[in-house]
Nanobody, 125 residues
Framework: DVQLQASGGGLVQAGGSLRLSCVAS????????IGWFRQSPGKEREGVSF????????YYADSVKGRFTISGDNDKNTVYLQMNSLKPEDTARYYC??????????????????WGRGTLVTVSS
């Protein structure tokens, strides 16, 4: 079965850091791009950061550029999202999902699948 398991969320003060992990099973990272998305109550799901390990290509939303870093470990079949300088507006449930192919060709959430339950990030002011 194809699964993505996100973890690493928690409560942190503004300016703090968290590292999220996304463990993939049922496929390998070099076969599919992976995206991190977030959603808070009343808001649309937002693409945060994306990675194609086969292309060594990454993408960041403007809202997180310079603060978040995405990386992939093919040996562990895991994608990480290092989040620094966190702000209260980063509070959301964070999900990882699988893209339509190995290349990073889209960042729209409708093109991604295998959504897990996500992990909650809360940033206090």
């Amino acid at each position: 079965d194809v699964q993505l398991q996100a973890s690493g969320g928690g409560l942190v003060q503004a300016g703090g850091s968290l590292r999220l992990s996304c463990v993939a099973s049922g496929f390998t990272l070099d076969e599919y791009a992976i995206g991190w998305f977030r959603q808070s109550p009343g808001k649309e799901r937002e693409g945060v950061s994306f990675i194609s390990t086969s292309e060594d290509n990454t993408y960041y939303a403007d809202s997180v550029k310079g603060r978040f870093t995405i990386s992939g470990d093919n040996d562990k079949n895991t994608v990480y999202l290092q989040m620094n300088s966190l702000k209260p507006e980063d509070t959301a449930r964070y999900y990882c999902a699988r893209g339509p192919g190995a290349k990073l060709i889209t960042t729209h959430y409708l093109e991604f699948d295998s959504w897990g339950r996500g992990t909650l990030v809360t940033v206090s002011s």
